[in-house]
T-cell receptor
Framework: DAKTTQPPSMDCAEGRAANLPCNHSTISGNEYVYWYRQIHSQGPQYIIHGLKNNETNEMASLIITEDRKSSTLILPHATLRDTAVYYC??????????????FGKGTHLIIQP | GAVVSQHPSWVICKSGTSVKIECRSLDFQATTMFWYRQFPKQSLMLMAT?????????EQGVEKDKFLINHASLTLSTLTVTSAHPEDSSFYIC???????????FGSGTQLSVL
């Protein structure tokens, strides 16, 4: 799986949009970009994933650059409960296969009141 | 969304004893489950992959005789830490994969403290 690079930490004001960047310059054509987050002392929570088109769900939006070498996770209206470590993960689509996720160090997002 | 239940949430045990952690998929059949370990201020590290009805596949450096994994049904996998020592104290997290779906669902984790 391709390596990802994320800033170690970010601050964001409550109510504002939080934009979390991720670089994955070695991504291959059939690798997806996944985002998970981990609130302190809990298991990771799936947020969103995409291949090349921008994606949006009830939690967030995922913007992937045209060359697919970077992406941005957007939390449109951050709340204090969004404080967590956010992991950007690139992996092959495995279909019925069985591959665990490889977690990097992620970005510790701190929402300030 | 799919729910993965992990039990217990925390456990304290004496050195030399064994501890069993359960991971259940509550509303789907998990053909594959994964076990992770996380030390304080570090990221999750994959320990092993278990497929229902077959032997687990362990990551390099993980002792299979120390961390026993059983995946006897499509909804239950267990991790047993045998002869636990203080260095095994960690946060253990399971995750489950439903068939060909690409999302992995995670349990809430088990904090193990070995005295």
């Amino acid at each position: 799986d391709a390596k990802t690079t994320q800033p170690p930490s970010m601050d964001c004001a409550e109510g504002r949009a939080a934009n979390l960047p991720c670089n994955h310059s070695t991504i291959s054509g059939n690798e997806y970009v996944y985002w998970y987050r981990q609130i302190h002392s809990q298991g990771p929570q799936y947020i969103i994933h995409g291949l090349k088109n921008n994606e949006t769900n009830e939690m967030a939006s995922l913007i992937i650059t045209e060359d697919r070498k970077s992406s941005t996770l957007i939390l449109p209206h951050a709340t204090l409960r969004d404080t967590a470590v956010y992991y950007c993960i690139v992996r092959l689509y495995s279909g019925g296969g069985a591959d665990g996720l490889t977690f990097g160090k992620g970005t510790h997002l701190i929402i300030q009141p | 969304g799919a729910v993965v239940s992990q039990h217990p949430s925390w456990v304290i045990c004496k050195s030399g004893t064994s501890v069993k952690i359960e991971c259940r998929s509550l509303d789907f059949q998990a053909t594959t489950m994964f076990w992770y370990r996380q030390f304080p201020k570090q990221s999750l590290m994959l320990m092993a992959t278990s497929n229902e009805g077959s032997k687990a596949t362990y990551e390099q450096g993980v002792e299979k005789d120390k961390f026993l994994i059983n995946h006897a049904s499509l909804t239950l996998s267990t991790l047993t830490v045998t002869s636990a020592h203080p260095e095994d104290s960690s946060f253990y997290i399971c995750s489950a994969k439903e068939g060909a779906r690409e999302k992995l669902f995670f349990g809430s984790g088990t904090q193990l403290s070995v005295l």
